[in-house]
């Protein structure tokens, strides 16, 4: 353990199950360690606290890393006792992978994780399907977003309306306004998204009102409706994974506010759908939100919110406890201010 909190990686050689012990006894230690270091009062410092926990749990147990081989199959573990792999490794990484090669024994279970939620799927309750997800997609495991804009769609209807959904993901809100009768663009910057979302779109039989590109935020164009589920903590992402939770500086949705008014049609509006957590902790001020709307000549014309259900909003232990039980996530119907 000492040499790894160090900085050295090491290669396990023993068999599967002990690898898989060994992974956990050390996240054991770390966690004991970071239980001990206590915090303060102050919900931002407990936040931060957090998040160095987490950064030092990824770097750490990021250097037990595992051999990867040719199998018969397609890539292998080469640990006696592993399990079949190759179908996980080859979504999740594609067929470029350098073999003999090595991972982080971490990132691999991440993998074959991935994979089974994308045989299962991801049930969604408004959209009465499963989604297919894969490895580094975010998957909608939390429902607060996508339940807003179901309500959305039966409130200000969409059909007819040329629709954009900015950082689709899995494509699940674009998934929504497409079945409601939006004809729908969805960008994202990540291929992996982009191949997740369309998948997802010709398995609901939506492909044909639902084009999935590659791009930053906007894309070309003007919409009727312009939808984003932004980031909603204003802080560093650890992983990739991360940057679906964490915006660093709150610079996406800075650039989403920023540039929706060019990106509307005349009469326009946009749907941000945003959780107040961060103003909780105390990461962005009370009311920069809305300065930061009001600089961008945007103004609210009404909206929707939804209170947390998500399990860590009823655990009491939680040392955020107070700030997620009372969270909040708002839709706002944004349109051009009047000049």
């Not at 290669?11 to 915090?39: S, T």
């Not at 894969?134 to 495991?141: N, Q």
Request: proline fraction near 5%; charged fraction near 25%.
């Amino acid at each position: 353990m000492a040499l790894v909190r160090g900085g050295a990686a090491l290669i396990y050689r023993g068999d599967y199950r002990n690898a898989r012990q060994l992974l956990a006894a050390m996240g054991r230690r770390l966690a004991g360690r970071a239980d001990r270091l206590g915090g303060t009062r102050s919900l931002r410092d407990l936040f931060l606290e957090e998040r160095r926990k987490h950064r030092l749990e990824h770097e750490t147990l990021s250097r037990l890393a595992v051999l990867i081989e040719a199998g018969p199959s397609g890539p292998r573990v080469a640990l006696a006792k592993a399990p079949e792999v190759a179908e996980a490794l080859t979504e999740a990484l594609g067929t470029n992978f350098q073999l003999p090669g090595a991972l982080p024994l971490r990132d691999l279970l991440g993998m074959v994780g991935a994979h089974e939620w994308r045989s299962k799927g991801v049930e969604v309750l408004p959209l009465g399907a499963h989604l297919r997800t894969r490895w580094g997609v975010f998957a909608p495991v939390r429902g607060e977003h996508v339940e807003l804009v179901a309500e959305a769609v039966k409130r200000w209807p969409v059909a007819g309306k040329r629709a954009l959904d900015v950082g689709t993901g899995t494509g699940v809100l674009g998934l929504l306004l497409a079945r409601a009768g939006a004809l729908v663009t969805a960008t994202d910057i990540s291929p992996d998204a982009v191949a997740c979302a369309r998948e997802n779109a010709q398995r609901l039989a939506v492909a044909d009102r639902m084009e999935v590109v590659e791009a930053d935020l906007f894309g070309e164009g003007r919409f009727e409706l312009v939808v984003c589920n932004p980031p909603w903590l204003p802080h560093e992402a650890v992983t990739a994974l991360d940057r679906a939770v964490y915006d660093p500086g709150g610079r996406f949705l800075a650039r989403f506010l920023d540039g929706l008014a060019a990106h509307l049609a005349p009469g326009g509006e946009g749907w941000l759908i945003l959780s107040d957590l961060a103003e909780r902790l105390g990461l962005r001020g009370e009311d920069e939100l809305e300065r930061q709307l009001e600089a961008a000549g945007l103004t609210v014309a009404g909206g929707i919110e939804a209170a947390p259900r998500h399990p860590r909003s009823r655990d009491a232990a939680d040392p955020l406890h107070e700030a997620r039980s009372k969270e909040v996530t708002a839709l706002r119907r944004l349109v051009v201010r009047s000049r």
